[in-house]
């Protein structure tokens, strides 16, 4: 999603941009594709959907990785060779 907030600030300085050195159909145009558009590409949708259900998986595999990590941890800090370093 940070792509897609970088593309729409891009967009702004470009309006300011156009306003100053193209017409206003040029500006019309980027307007109408960015308010109607560029939110409703379906391929755009299904990667932010993706990218949700990524990291809700990732968070779920996080909270097994740490419940089985922390007590092999905790004996690893209890063992002599812990205690040598």
Do not use: W
Not at 58 to 63: I, S
């Amino acid at each position: 999603m940070s792509h897609l907030n970088d593309m729409v600030e891009d967009q702004y300085d470009y309006y300011l941009y156009s306003l100053r050195k193209t017409n206003l159909s040029a500006f019309e145009g980027l307007m109408k594709f960015n308010s109607n558009e560029l939110f409703r590409f379906k391929p755009l949708v299904k990667a932010a959907i993706g990218i949700c259900k990524l990291h809700l998986r990732v968070q779920k595999v996080r909270e097994h990785e740490i419940a089985r990590f922390t007590p092999l941890y905790e004996d690893y800090k209890n063992s002599d060779e812990f205690k040598k370093l």
